[in-house]
């Protein structure tokens, strides 16, 4: 028994000596790589800079260019709608109240072109049961008058050699007032009123359906040119107004120039509408009273030094900074102020030297190193 307790010993005591010499290099080898691991990544140091390696910085596409400083002009951003032109569209409302018809041509659906006169729909008027009984009996009488009229310059001109020119002439004046009136009268009771195209282009909405009622001033049909449709922003700084130098429009990833054609001398909604006029190929993609953003440059300038918008990052403090390239491998934040110049650059007007080389591509990466 004891032999077999020192076999068993001695097993264990070999067990750890073969152990031995294989942990402790295992050991050693991980001290040896920890300070290679994090020579090569990236780190924010005790003071706020960040610590890029070439290598990381290549992964990561980052770009760095001189800032120039100069002066340019300021830019501000402007809501606005596609609005037609006055002269290129309208609208098509009923003057009376009545029943809805088709159009020779049907009722014309969005998208639909139409020509300038071209009859959309018709409107039949609805009259009540006692103003319809009214028109009926009146035309009654105005019948029952007609034949006696008819009879009378009959008779007149049987006796044309004994009886005055006068006299027959007066019947037949009496004849021919009263078949004006019964033809009014029964127009009044089949009348309809057409609704035409005020100008031509295409349905830019409808609101008509066979048989519906409708009520007088109501829109039924609203007709565009595609190719002459206009930009209506709102500035709520009428001073902004006077110092308008050029405008574009943001479509598509494209920058669509725009003409400024004027603005309003009246508030509207306590803002000024300004109107703008762009290529009509461009416009023509919009929709009618699509919401779209518009910068406006002006001709009064600000001096700074002009960097990509993508450079511009917030700190912890919500502080609008700039990443500078210090040296290789390093970059430090600058805490900036800036004025927007044309919606893809901006003036850093304080924080930053000209000359200074700034992150310009990757400093959103950047920003995210802790």
Same mark, same amino acid.
């Given at each position: ?14 067990? =750890? ?13 991980? +001290? ?8 090569? /990544?990236?780190?924010?140091? #005790? ?33 606005? =709608? ?25 009722? #014309?659906? !969005? ?26 009996? %009146? %035309? ?39 078949? %004006? ?18 100008? /031509? ?10 048989? %519906?009622?409708?009520? &007088?001033?109501? $829109? ?5 040119? #595609? ?10 700084? #009428? ?12 479509? +598509? ?21 300004? /109107?703008?006029?762009? +290529? ?17 440059? =002006? ?12 450079? $511009? ?14 040296? &290789? ?10 004025? !927007?110049? +044309?919606?893809? /650059? ?25």
């Amino acid at each position: 028994m004891s032999r077999r307790l020192y076999m068993r010993a001695v097993a264990c005591l070999l067990a =750890t000596a073969l152990a031995l010499p294989l942990a402790a290099p295992a050991h050693e080898g991980h +001290d040896e790589a920890a300070p290679a691991a994090v020579g090569e /990544s990236p780190r924010r140091q #005790p003071d706020g800079s960040v610590f890029v390696p070439k290598s990381v910085q290549r992964q990561m596409n980052l770009r760095a260019l001189a800032a120039a400083a100069g002066e340019y002009p300021q830019a501000f951003e402007l809501a606005g =709608t596609v609005a037609m032109d006055p002269n290129a569209g309208g609208k098509v409302q009923a003057a009376l109240a009545g029943r809805l018809q088709a159009g020779p041509q049907g009722l #014309p659906v !969005p998208g639909q072109s139409v020509k300038k006169g071209q009859v959309l729909a018709y409107v039949v008027p609805t009259a009540g049961a006692i103003e319809r009984s009214n028109q009926l009996a %009146q %035309q009654a009488e105005l019948r029952a008058a007609q034949a006696l009229a008819q009879r009378r310059v009959a008779r007149l001109r049987e006796l044309a050699d004994t009886v005055a020119r006068k006299d027959i002439e007066a019947a037949e004046s009496e004849l021919h007032s009263l078949t %004006q009136r019964l033809a009014a009268v029964g127009a009044g009771l089949a009348q309809r009123d057409a609704l035409v195209a005020p100008v /031509s282009g295409v349905i830019a909405s409808s609101n008509a359906v066979a048989g %519906q009622v409708v009520d &007088a001033r109501e $829109l039924i049909f609203e007709v565009v040119d #595609p190719a002459r449709l206009r930009i209506e922003a709102l500035a709520y700084e #009428p001073a902004q107004a006077q110092d308008i130098a050029s405008a574009h429009l943001a479509l +598509d990833g494209q920058a669509v120039p725009l003409r400024f054609v004027g603005a309003a001398r009246s508030l509207r909604e306590q803002a000024l509408p300004l /109107s703008f006029a762009g +290529d009509a190929q461009a416009l023509g993609r919009l929709a009618l009273g699509q919401p779209v953003r518009l910068v406006v440059q =002006t001709r009064s300038r600000v001096a700074g030094v002009r960097v990509p918008m993508a450079a $511009l990052q917030r700190n912890s403090s919500n502080q609008s900074i700039v990443w500078v390239k210090t040296a &290789a491998e390093q970059f430090a934040p600058r805490v900036v102020g800036y004025l !927007p110049l +044309d919606g893809v /650059s901006v003036a850093v007007t304080q924080g930053l030297a000209a000359g200074e080389r700034v992150a310009t591509q990757g400093a959103a990466l950047i920003n995210q190193v802790r």
